[in-house]
């Protein structure tokens, strides 16, 4: 995580456009837990990891997506999509990524279902542990509040 502030912070302070990538949930073995980020620069730098490597290309094209106009994304990749096995992963489990324009922080933090456009990626009712990281982590901690 101290990566991707780290980066998002010299972005920012060169004015580039950036993309940030939010793992919100996962089912079965998977690489990276609820919170895990990845950041990338419109000029195509790549900070932290969402997925150990497992489907990172495929978040940067959705990034880059996001950054040409198109609206924030929430994207599942599994073994059960038969895409997943041609980006790559491996590990048997299941995750769903949210990629959204980022903009530098204000302090004010944006509700959830606000970031959404109206949909809402976690239950804010869950007693499941990752479901309540993956609601700490995108809906409500500011980023950087936590290091997944």
């Known amino acids: 995580m101290r990566e991707v502030l780290a980066s998002l912070t010299v972005w920012g302070e060169r004015g580039d456009r950036i993309a940030l990538a939010t793992v919100t949930g996962v089912s079965r073995s998977a690489p990276r837990p609820p919170g895990a980020k990845m950041a990338i620069s419109a000029r195509g730098e790549i900070a932290g990891s ?3 490597g497992c489907v990172e290309g495929a ?3 959705i990034a ?3 950054l040409a106009g198109e609206p ?4 599942h990749f599994g073994i059960a999509d038969a895409a997943a096995w041609d980006i790559g992963l491996p590990c048997g ?3 769903d990524v949210w990629v959204q324009e980022h903009v530098p922080a204000t302090g004010e933090v944006i509700p959830c279902q606000q970031q959404l456009g109206g949909r809402q990626v976690c ?3 869950s007693s499941r542990p990752d479901q309540r990281r993956a609601r700490e982590a995108l809906c409500s901690a500011p980023i950087g509040s936590a290091d997944p």
Not at 72 to 75: A, F, I, K, Q, V
Request: charged share 25%; proline share 11%.
């Open 50 to 52: 969402v997925s150990g």
């Open 123 to 125: 239950d804010p009712t």
């Open 59 to 61: 978040v940067v094209e």
């Open 64 to 66: 880059e997506r996001v």
């Open 93 to 95: 489990g299941e995750i």
């Open 72 to 75: 924030p994304s929430l994207t």
